[in-house]
């Protein structure tokens, strides 16, 4: 088992930034990629970005490309989402998860979710 835990989360206006941090623990060393999804009120959970632990190879969603960066400390287990130039539709609850499979957007792939963290962008 893989315990996830999303910090960072909170309101600031658009244009402006927001540092996500997710904490890795437990059954780590199988964690083949990690990634961020979010799902705003009403909506589905939607694929935002995702890494590969040993090599850092990235993904990203047409929608955050060009504003948001996906990174990962692997002597501390965590994972960031820098996210710059946020707009109003960027709210949501955004949510942490690992693959022990693959790096992909499909939710699917992923088998350790977080509790997720709100992210609110006013105009």
């Known amino acids: 088992q893989v315990q996830l835990e999303e910090s960072g989360g909170g309101s600031v206006q658009a244009g402006g930034s927001l540092r996500l941090s997710c904490a890795a623990s437990?059954?780590?060393?199988?964690?083949?990629?990690m990634g961020w999804f979010r799902q705003a009120p009403g909506k589905e959970r939607e694929f935002v970005t995702a890494?590969?632990?040993?090599?850092?190879?990235?993904r990203y969603a047409d929608s955050v490309k060009g504003r948001f960066t996906v990174s990962r400390d692997k002597a501390k287990n965590t994972m960031y989402l820098q996210m710059s130039s946020l707009k109003p539709e960027d709210t949501a609850v955004y949510y942490c998860?690992?693959?022990?499979?693959?790096?992909?957007?499909?939710?699917?792939?992923?088998?350790?979710w977080g509790q997720g963290t709100q992210v609110t962008v006013s105009s």
């Open positions: 437990g059954r780590t060393f199988s964690t083949n990629a």
């Open positions: 890494i590969t632990w040993s090599w850092g190879i990235t």
């Open positions: 998860a690992a693959s022990n499979r693959g790096i992909g957007g499909d939710a699917r792939l992923y088998e350790f």
